[in-house]
């Protein structure tokens, strides 16, 4: 459910493992180029291949720059450059990386169904089929529902049974997208950002940083400002934004940059919000609702994983529920898929907290021209290495002692079924946890 880069990653990711995908459902009737620039990482790459995708067509149309640099505020000066492959990956727009996602589920033969807005779910309690309700009535059922509905999910609310509304995180972006003008790729400030290929940079500053890219050999231009912020604009990728007091936030930062953006006519408002850690990813009856991406692991623009880690996710599923033998043991898989990657994504999320935090602090008190540790801005890459990036051995390993785990926890509830059957003992197995 949900045909955004995560409901996509899901089904291709089924797809590969076997699985018969039903359907991808979304509410909106077309997919419009949205959003602007998104990284896609090395480790949704090495999946997307595995999955029998073409990555290519990802890699031509992302930025093209091998390395980012990371600026001072006021001056531009360079503090620290570093691989591309460090953090963003391949930073495209998302709107075409979207185009892509859904070309590769549609040549898979998976329905893509469009308008369908799921507003219902039910969680048997039994071993019967969980179901949705769409907007127009239509009830479709299948072994599992993966739901992927984005950072303003539905299906958490419905599947956990509680509201969780979203944390201010005490930033917001603004965020513009757009073709520069014949003049700014003129203007010999701009030119290098704009011409001979693509380019990646950050200023920081004190509570602040600019992120600004190219795309398509700097005929697309985007800069992210984010900013202190503890207003009350709506959580939206459509709130417009106040040029104004964007044109004030910018008044002393390097000037190679400040001009385009103070010429940029306008821009969009995005909150930054958090939500609090859920409980558990997978509806508490059946266990067969599970959800996935932004729905349960939203991720801050600085970790700039949040569509790799919905694709990881998908991974982790399809190959969690393609170890299970028959329908009784689905709810082993969505929950060892929940303990799997619980604790990955949470260093992923926390990865993007410390970034900014280092960013944002690092030249707070430090007087006009002091040289600060490079070190002490460079993006780390603190997360382990997945499962599918390890080298083949260790792959191996790894698979092996999940598939044991999994098989120890399916053994332990057949036991303990056919023990409360054979009434020796009572035990709640429904409520076992991995
Ligand atoms: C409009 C938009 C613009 C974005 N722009 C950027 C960006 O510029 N940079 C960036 O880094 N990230 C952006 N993101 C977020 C980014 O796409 C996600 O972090 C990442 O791709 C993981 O996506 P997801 O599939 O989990 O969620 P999403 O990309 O949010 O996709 C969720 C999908 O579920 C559908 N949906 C929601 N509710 C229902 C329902 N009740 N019934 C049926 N379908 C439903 C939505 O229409 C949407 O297509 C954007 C997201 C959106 C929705």
Request: net charge neutral.
């Amino acid at each position: 459910m949900g045909a955004g880069l995560g409901g996509c990653a899901a089904a291709l990711a089924l797809h590969h493992h076997g699985h018969y995908v039903v359907a991808v459902l979304d509410k909106v009737r077309e997919f419009h180029r949205l959003g602007d620039s998104l990284g896609l990482g090395e480790n949704a790459y090495r999946l997307l291949a595995r999955w029998g995708c073409h990555v290519k067509e990802i890699q031509e149309i992302g930025n093209q720059s091998p390395t980012m640099k990371i600026r001072r505020w006021h001056d531009g000066k360079v503090l620290a450059e570093q691989p591309l492959m460090d953090m963003a990956g391949y930073i495209g727009h998302r709107g075409d990386y979207h185009d892509i996602f859904l070309k590769w589920v549609r040549e898979r033969g998976i329905p893509i169904r469009m308008g369908c807005e799921v507003v219902a779910y039910s969680d048997p309690e039994t071993s019967q089929q969980p179901s949705l309700t769409l907007a127009s009535g239509e009830t479709i059922t299948a072994d599992v529902i993966v739901a992927c509905d984005g950072i303003k999910s539905l299906a958490r609310h419905l599947v956990l049974g509680a509201r969780d509304d979203p944390v201010s995180s005490g930033y917001a972006c603004f965020r513009a997208y757009f073709e520069p003008t014949p003049q700014m790729r003129a203007d010999p400030a701009l030119n290098p950002l704009l011409v001979n290929g693509d380019s990646v940079n950050f200023w920081i500053g004190p509570d602040t940083h600019v992120v600004q890219n190219t795309l398509r050999s700097g005929r697309e231009f985007n800069w992210i400002l984010t900013h202190k912020d503890d207003g009350d604009v709506p959580e939206s990728w459509f709130q417009p934004g106040d040029m104004e007091e964007v044109r004030r936030l910018v008044v002393d930062l390097d000037p190679q940059v400040r001009e385009i953006i103070k010429a940029t006519d306008r821009c969009l408002d995005w909150k930054i919000c958090y939500r609090k850690p859920l409980s558990t990813w997978v509806s508490p009856r059946g266990h067969r609702i599970v959800l996935l991406g932004d729905s349960c692991h939203a991720h801050l623009p600085t970790s700039a994983q949040g569509a790799s880690q919905a694709c990881e996710s998908a991974g982790v599923l399809a190959a969690c529920l393609g170890m299970v033998e028959g329908r009784e043991d689905i709810r082993v898989a969505t929950r060892a898929y929940e303990k799997l990657r619980y604790p990955r994504t949470r260093v992923s999320q926390t990865f993007g907290e410390d970034l900014r935090d280092r960013w944002h602090g690092a030249l707070k008190d430090v007087d006009g021209d002091v040289e600060i540790d490079p070190e002490s801005v460079k993006i780390k890459v603190s997360l382990p290495k997945f499962l599918f990036s390890s080298p083949p051995l260790l792959q191996g390993l790894i698979v092996v002692v999940v598939a044991m785990v999994v098989a120890m926890v399916v053994a332990m509830l057949r036991v303990c079924v056919l023990l409360t059957r054979s009434n020796f003992v009572h035990t709640e197995y429904t409520t076992l946890r991995l």
